[in-house]
């Protein structure tokens, strides 16, 4: 599935001020109104660890897109990200988790140990079911541009970029892997991906197989 409907726009607070106070007339109250064709619509960066503007975009759409914590402490988020997932249901809305910190290291972009990850993510499962907000999740995605951000943060040398392509077959197996984690323990929730357009040239660059969705930015 492509994710035609997620998109990916970095709006700021003042573009947010400027629909607060729109004339109820002209809200789309009907789903068919609202998105159409479209499963999905929503915006990308809508609720992060320092904003949230799930149910200021509400009206407008039925997907918030959900990043919070920090890789130098993941799990300290947990309790912001189910008030978010919270937040979402209360809207009305779905929820698209970004789970990058959970799953990689700041530093130089790897894998964090298996273990840590199944723990986290068989922890977070069972919050999300004692809370009821596991049917407000839509999909599950586990980095955002992930090619761009990790070749940056690996900074391989020219000849494993250019001439073997060893980085790009590092993170193509990395990305399968943890997908494959995810699965482990939601196995009913698509994981999803926005691709950074300027890569897909590059003559190593190949889509890991297990995603569900896919996009391109």
Request: proline share 5%; with cysteine; hydrophobic share 40%.
């Amino acid at each position: 599935m492509v994710l035609a409907g997620l998109i990916c726009a970095r709006a700021s607070a003042g573009v947010f001020a400027q629909y607060a106070d729109w004339p109820e007339e002209d809200l789309f109250t009907s789903d068919d109104e609202r998105y159409g064709h479209l499963e999905y619509f929503g915006f990308n960066a809508s609720a992060m660890y320092n904003w949230n503007f799930t149910e200021d975009l509400a009206p407008f759409t039925n997907l918030t897109w959900i990043h919070v914590g920090s890789a130098s402490d993941p799990t300290a988020a947990t309790e912001q990200f189910i008030q978010r997932v919270g937040e979402a249901r209360d809207a009305g809305v779905q929820a698209t988790l970004s789970i990058e910190p959970f799953l990689f290291t700041e530093r130089k972009g790897k894998l964090r140990p298996d273990v840590d990850i199944e723990n986290f993510l068989v922890e977070f499962r069972a919050r999300l079911e004692l809370n009821e907000l596991l049917d407000t999740v839509a999909m599950i995605y586990p980095m955002d541009e992930p090619f761009r951000v990790l070749i940056d943060k690996r900074n391989p040398n020219f000849i494993e970029e250019y001439i073997t392509g060893k980085v790009y077959d590092e993170i193509h197996e990395d990305l399968v892997h943890v997908n494959d984690l995810i699965k482990l323990a939601f196995p009913e929730k698509p994981t999803g991906v926005t691709l950074s357009g300027y890569k897909l040239h590059h003559k190593f660059f190949s889509i890991p197989e297990n995603y569900d969705w896919v996009g391109l930015d």
